[in-house]
């Protein structure tokens, strides 16, 4: 089976960082997707890491260690916008499908 | 590049009756197509994974008799919900992956969900 982990909720202030974790244990991987995800809407791609290291996009970036299970979504210089679900995804190329965590919901405060 | 469209965006439909959503790629041909479902505050469950012309692959729990999908072309997949209960009320999503798009081809797109409530 695959257990993904990541908070429940996390609060920030407009203009700060904030960091959402995300530890995975499955029996096979091919690579962690990062979707956000606001009230009653689908779920938008922001990033999607197969190797180990730092990936960056703009304001966002997301970090994989695959010997640790191991994920994080960095968001910068953060907008009332950005209030949202962050959803972390396991890919499993074997079955072909997404697993997906619970999701963070990120309240961003003036 | 990869939208993906969903129709209707909600429905409102009496128990006992059918619901049939559709999703489709506009700008990409999706080899395989994804239907997920989420209840409020909680997270996406695949519910099954189809491929075009072949079966559906159902995801445990899930009845195939009562979900019905079809994916007859590389870009519409249905869905029909049969005698629909209140306890099936809740946002169905589609998702499509394919060729061709700047994502790579594991990247899956999702649609904008449709609101389904059973009275």
């Known amino acids: 089976g695959q257990n993904i982990d990541q908070p429940t909720e996390m609060t920030a202030t407009e203009g700060a960082i904030v960091q959402i974790n995300c530890t995975y244990q499955t029996s096979g991987f091919n690579g962690l997707f990062w979707y956000q995800q606001h009230a009653g809407e689908a779920p938008t791609f922001l990033s999607y890491n197969v190797l180990d290291g730092l990936e960056e996009k703009g304001r966002f970036s997301s970090f994989l260690s695959r010997s640790k299970g191991y994920s994080y979504l960095l968001l910068k210089e953060l907008q009332m916008k950005d209030s949202a679900s962050y959803l972390c995804a396991v890919y499993k190329a074997a079955g072909n499908k997404l697993t997906f965590g619970g999701g963070t919901r990120v309240l961003v405060k003036p | 590049g990869a939208v993906v469209s969903q129709h209707p965006s909600w429905v409102i439909c009496k128990s006992g009756t059918s619901v049939k959503i559709e999703c489709r790629s506009l700008d990409f041909q999706a080899t395989t197509m994804f239907w997920y479902r989420q209840f409020p505050k909680q997270s996406l469950m695949l519910m099954a994974t189809?491929?075009?012309?072949?079966?559906?692959?159902?995801e445990q729990g899930v009845e195939k008799d009562k979900f019905l999908i079809n994916h007859a072309s590389l870009t519409l997949s249905t869905l029909t919900v049969t005698s629909a209960h209140p306890e099936d009320s809740s946002f169905y999503i589609c998702?499509?992956?394919?060729?061709?798009?700047?994502?790579?081809?594991?990247?899956?797109?999702f649609g904008p969900g449709t609101r389904l409530t059973v009275l």
């Open positions: 998702s499509a992956r394919g060729s061709g798009v700047g994502g790579g081809t594991d990247t899956q797109y």
């Open positions: 189809s491929n075009e012309g072949s079966k559906a692959t159902y």
